[in-house]
């Protein structure tokens, strides 16, 4: 996940890899990620990313998963 994200700030045409690329314990890279894709603009493939997200990441905030506010 690390190198897709470091390869989208080096060439934004490769964006279309983030979505295939999220891990179930790297969150904060998942996080990162997103708004890189949102900075770049790609706003299609940042939705695709959060949608896909928010289902491997179900406790996150940030991705507004399912179980965000399980205490």
């Keep these: 996940m690390e190198h897709v994200h470091e390869m989208i700030k080096s060439d934004?045409?490769?964006?279309?890899?983030?979505t295939g690329a999220l891990?179930?314990?790297?969150?904060?890279?998942?996080e990162n990620t997103h708004r890189l894709l949102v900075k770049i603009g790609d706003n299609k493939t940042?939705?695709?990313?959060?949608?896909n997200a928010k289902d491997?990441?179900?406790?996150?905030?940030?991705?507004?998963?399912a179980k965000k506010d399980v205490k």
């Design 56 to 65: 491997i990441y179900p406790y996150s905030t940030y991705f507004e998963g």
């Design 12 to 18: 934004k045409k490769k964006a279309n890899l983030a």
């Design 23 to 30: 891990a179930p314990n790297k969150v904060h890279i998942a």
């Design 46 to 51: 940042a939705e695709d990313y959060k949608k």
